[in-house]
């Protein structure tokens, strides 16, 4: 795995990124030139609190990726922010999953767009 939080870390199929994406992406001045990312890999990631009950927060995370899944769990194109339900973040997800397969990704308005 790629990322250090692998225990609770559950990602989507990938998918192509489409041609209005891409451009969104190559604007987006994380994006490796040498290492072209042809795909996003929406994941969502829990990380379980420091107390004595277990408890997690939620956030939902999308990674350009190459074709094998490959991608730098350092630079996410966008994180959601926390949230307490696992079933509210893979809802988000599966939303970003539906925009992503119709090219529409970069009209979203992300809240919290890495830059």
């Known amino acids: 795995m790629k990322t250090p939080n692998y225990h609770d870390f559950y990602q989507k199929a990938l998918i192509p990124i489409g041609f209005n994406d891409l451009l969104s992406l190559k604007e987006f001045e994380s994006y490796e030139v040498d290492s072209p990312s042809t795909h996003w890999l929406i ?5 379980q609190l ?5 408890y997690f927060l939620w956030k939902v995370s ?3 990726a190459d074709c094998d899944g490959d991608f730098n769990w350092k630079k996410p194109f966008y994180c959601s922010p926390t949230m307490e ?4 973040a893979h809802e988000l997800a599966c ?3 539906t925009s992503s397969r119709l090219d529409q990704l970069s009209t979203l ?6 830059s």
């Open 43 to 47: 994941a969502v990631e829990g990380e």
């Open 50 to 54: 420091p107390q004595s009950n277990i």
């Open 62 to 64: 999308i990674y350009p």
């Open 85 to 88: 339900s696992m079933d509210r």
């Open 95 to 97: 939303s970003l999953v």
């Open 109 to 114: 308005s992300l809240q919290e767009k890495i």
